[in-house]
Every structure is written in C-alpha cells, then in structure tokens.
C-alpha cells in the first residue's frame, strides 16, 4: 500500500457508556495499526451511551476492516462512515 492509496475517513461510532467500552474501540483501530489523527468521544444528556468520531488515514478496504470490526464490538450501537456517504453525494 502506497501513501497514494491512504484518503481521510469519518467515521461515527454509537456505543454503550460502559467499563471498557472506549478501550475496545480504540483497539480496533489499534489491531488494524492505524493512527487517529482526531478522536472525540462524547456522553449524551443521560449519560447512556457515547457518540465518537474518529478521523484517520486509511485504504478503503481497511476502512471497510475497521467499520465491520467495529459494528461487531460488544456495546456497539452504530457505526457510520461519513467517508462514503461524503462521496456518494
């Protein structure tokens, strides 16, 4: 994989604000070896669950790795790649 092949990604991640939850995030991105270039987690009003997004530099495949990763976690709600929903526009 070039540099050439790497393109910024959105992406949004809904989960339940338990122990642990943003450590099993995290690792995802981790385990597929990519670099946040900004990660912002925030709890809603009745502090159940988090929205993050996270921005980073990735292939599309390893973008596709990282959404199914994810959407797998224990907790997870919901995943969403702004990334191609940009491009589709």
Known sequence: MTVEDLRPRTI???Y???IDALD???SVLRRQRVRAEAFTAVASQDRATVQATI???SSDRTAARIVSLLEK???VLAVEDFTSAAREQ
């Open 16 to 18: 339940e604000h338990e």
């Open 12 to 14: 949004l991640v809904r």
């Open 55 to 57: 921005m980073f530099d």
């Open 24 to 26: 099993r995030v995290a």
């Open 73 to 75: 976690q224990i907790g």
